[in-house]
């Protein structure tokens, strides 16, 4: 039972570097996001998808780039790093249907620092 | 727009004491309320979650959590903590129109002094 996979699970930066955060699921969930976590702020909304095709912009958007290409990849681009965007990165997944009480399924967690 | 507000960033308690954190949200339709928590060095998993019935919902551990909808508070509880209880603990709240997105506080830090 894999759950959500994320990879890499540490990632140094020099600011300007590009990268794809990786995230699969073999849950078969229809949505699935991308999280960051800051030290009191909880965790902030980056994009999300409802499925394959799908993608939205959540709280926190600028800087970063998602497609969906299929129901069990949701990868996330950095496009060119800068030193806010040091965080802890969580890839999440749950089901779509209706009623829509199902839980976020989250991954193990990227830890970046761009300096 | 939906939103959540927890009241208390960090709590200390000592074992056996009762423990309730404070969460209100904000969301004009139905929703679905959910507490998570993260043990050091770990990702967020499920605690409980409430979407219709029983006011009441019973979580894994001992947790419990009421929900208000006068006050739009889901405050979560336990009658006696335990050391291993030390972790930060989310509230987030997920509304029924555009539920691809879920909401989090800012998180409550609990320790528990042994």
């Known amino acids: 039972n894999a759950g959500v996979t994320q990879t890499p699970k540490f990632q140094v930066l020099k600011t300007g570097q590009s990268m794809t955060l990786q995230c699969a699921q073999d849950?078969?969930?229809?949505?699935m996001s991308w999280y960051r976590q800051d030290p009191g702020m909880g965790l902030r909304l980056i994009h999300y998808?409802?499925?394959?095709?799908?993608?939205d912009q959540g709280e926190v958007p600028n800087g970063y780039n998602v497609s969906r290409s299929t129901t069990e990849d949701f990868p996330l681009r950095l496009l060119s790093a800068a030193p806010s965007q040091t965080s802890v990165y969580f890839c999440?997944?749950?089901?779509?249907?209706?009623?829509?009480?199902?839980?976020?399924?989250f991954g193990n967690g990227t830890r970046l620092t761009v300096t | 727009a939906q939103s959540v507000s927890q009241h208390n960033h960090h709590v200390i308690l000592s074992e056996a004491a009762s423990l309730e954190l404070g969460c209100n949200y904000s969301?004009?339709?139905?929703?679905?309320l959910f507490w998570y928590v993260q043990y050091p060095g770990q990702h967020l998993q499920l605690l409980l979650k409430?979407?219709?019935?029983?006011?009441l919902v019973k979580g894994i551990k001992g947790f419990e959590a009421e929900f208000i909808k006068s006050k739009f508070s889901f405050n979560l509880r336990k009658p006696s903590v335990q050391w291993s209880d030390t972790a930060e603990y989310f509230c987030?709240?997920?509304?029924?129109?555009?539920?691809?997105?879920?909401?989090f506080g800012d998180g409550t830090t609990l320790t528990v002094k042994p």
């Open positions: 999440a997944s749950n089901r779509g249907s209706v009623p829509h009480n199902s839980p976020l399924h």
């Open positions: 849950m078969n969930h229809e949505y």
């Open positions: 998808s409802v499925g394959a095709g799908i993608t």
């Open positions: 969301y004009g339709g139905t929703v679905n």
């Open positions: 409430y979407f219709s019935g029983d006011p």
């Open positions: 987030a709240v997920k509304g029924d129109t555009n539920a691809g997105k879920s909401t």
